[in-house]
T-cell receptor
Framework: DAKTTQPTSMDCAEGRAANLPCNHS???????VYWYRQIHSQGPQYIIH???NNETNEMASLIITEDRKSSTLILPHATLRDTAVYYC????????????FGAGTILRVKS | KAGVTQTPRYLIKTRGQQVTLSCSPI?????VSWYQQTPGQGLQFLFE???????NKGNFPGRFSGRQFSNSRSEMNVSTLELGDSALYLC?????????????FGPGTRLTVL
């Protein structure tokens, strides 16, 4: 699975949009981009995933560049409860489940 | 639907003992994966079970084992515990079709080895 690069940490003001970037320049055509987040000492929470089109759900939006080498997770109105580690994962949907987690981005939402 | 449940939530053991952790997947999910999370190594994949068979395995010693029952519930066992086994053990379930799909995680079991 392709490797991802994320900033170590980011700050965001409460109520503003949080834009978390992820670089995956070696992504293959059949690899999906997944986002999870982990609030301190809890299990990771699935947020969203996509292949090449932009995706939106009740939690966030995922914007994937046309060349698919990078993506951005957008939390439209960040709250203090969105403070967490955000993981960008690239994976093929092949037989067998395995997620390879990097270090992720620590997002701090401040009032 | 109820989420993934893990028991116990906290556990303290001493070196040399063994431990069994339990995971109940989301109803209807047939795949269960286990992960270990430590401050030094981060989140690492242990193994995945589907239809009572281990389908994928990470790079962990044989002291780490697991199994899955016919109702898709899964257990993992760690024998001869070492201090370095102190970690948050996470279980994730997914519907488990022929190809990989979205995994949903439980709250984890915090294991402390003294």
């Amino acid at each position: 699975d392709a490797k991802t690069t994320q900033p170590t940490s980011m700050d965001c003001a409460e109520g503003r949009a949080a834009n978390l970037p992820c670089n995956h320049s070696t992504i293959s055509g059949n690899e999906y981009v997944y986002w999870y987040r982990q609030i301190h000492s809890q299990g990771p929470q699935y947020i969203i995933h996509g292949l090449k089109n932009n995706e939106t759900n009740e939690m966030a939006s995922l914007i994937i560049t046309e060349d698919r080498k990078s993506s951005t997770l957008i939390l439209p109105h960040a709250t203090l409860r969105d403070t967490a580690v955000y993981y960008c994962i690239v994976r093929r949907l092949i037989r067998g489940n395995k997620l390879v987690f990097g270090a992720g981005t620590i997002l701090r939402v401040k009032s | 639907k109820a989420g993934v449940t893990q028991t116990p939530r906290y556990l303290i053991k001493t070196r040399g003992q063994q431990v069994t952790l339990s995971c109940s997947p989301i109803s209807g999910h047939r795949s269960v994966s286990w992960y270990q999370q430590t401050p030094g190594q981060g989140l690492q994949f242990l193994f995945e079970y589907f239809s009572e068979t281990q389908r994928n395995k990470g790079n962990f010693p044989g002291r780490f084992s697991g199994r899955q029952f016919s109702n898709s519930r899964s257990e993992m066992n760690v024998s001869t515990l070492e201090l370095g086994d102190s970690a948050l053990y996470l279980c994730a379930s997914s519907p488990g079709g022929p190809v990989g799909d979205t995994q949903y995680f439980g709250p984890g079991t915090r294991l402390t080895v003294l």
